[in-house]
């Protein structure tokens, strides 16, 4: 069951309000860019650190403002499809090309995120052909490269299954740890710019950079491996898109 955001009533609070949308972004802690997505009605389901911080600043009761919405039809088809090979535990994220669940992977007894794309993103090109273009951008193996586990078509919808990454993305390591030092700031750089580089020099352009699709690993606890340095390291991962 997801928890959706009713856009007409948070309008009607936000017109109340003599804040710009650019204060309301700096009240909340949140980018100008998700911000304006919110008022713009492209993030339906907000995270739920999101709707506390939508709650306490307006001052109203969950009610109001959000309703929980029962699983569709299609939801439940698309499960039932894939529960031979993904168990879908609970939602991760949902944006403007779908939704991201975390899930199970039956086989391999592994955790994996399963990107479920919404008709809406793949009606310009169809269906055949965005998987094609899956398939495509699989080939591309890189360190900064999330790697690409699987994919198909399951009740009719398109999907890919990449890694979890328990890290999360960037926006949740900088939201968690406030400003990176540069000791940390340049690997990070640098891996990004390692990735697309890779990325378009075989034929494939990432049109979704943001820090929401880096997903970013920062382990503590020292490694030792051949060619790796023992302590800590920040490597980011760029997630495909096109």
């Not at 009607?12 to 009605?41: C, D, F």
């Not at 031979?84 to 592994?110: F, I, Q």
């Not at 990735?195 to 929401?212: G, M, N, S």
């Amino acid at each position: 069951m997801r928890i959706r955001l009713n856009h007409s009533r948070l309008l009607e609070l936000l017109s109340g309000s003599k804040l710009s949308q650019n204060h309301w972004a700096i009240r909340l802690g949140l980018s100008r860019g998700h911000w304006s997505g919110i008022v713009n009605g492209k993030h339906p389901y907000p995270s739920k650190k999101t709707r506390d911080l939508l709650l306490e600043a307006l001052g109203v009761p969950f009610e109001e403002l959000f309703s929980h919405e029962s699983k569709s039809g299609a939801e439940a088809d698309f499960q039932g499809a894939l529960a031979d090979r993904y168990l879908l535990e609970k939602e991760l994220g949902h944006g403007g090309m779908g939704t991201v669940y975390l899930a199970r992977d039956v086989k391999h007894g592994r955790l994996v995120a399963v990107k479920v794309v919404s008709p809406e993103a793949v009606s310009g090109i169809g269906v055949e052909r965005f998987l094609k273009e899956i398939r495509y951008t699989a080939r591309l193996e890189h360190p900064n490269i999330l790697p690409l586990y699987d994919s198909g078509q399951a009740a009719g919808h398109p999907f890919y299954v990449m890694p979890y990454i328990r890290g999360g993305s960037l926006r949740d390591l900088l939201q968690r740890d406030g400003r990176l030092s540069l000791e940390n700031t340049l690997p990070l750089a640098r891996g990004v710019a390692a990735a697309l580089t890779f990325a378009h020099e075989h034929q494939v352009v990432h049109c979704d950079v943001k820090w929401q699709t880096l997903e970013s690993r920062v382990p503590y606890t020292p490694r030792c491996s051949s060619g790796e340095r023992v302590g800590r390291s920040t490597r980011p991962r760029v997630r495909r898109h096109m």
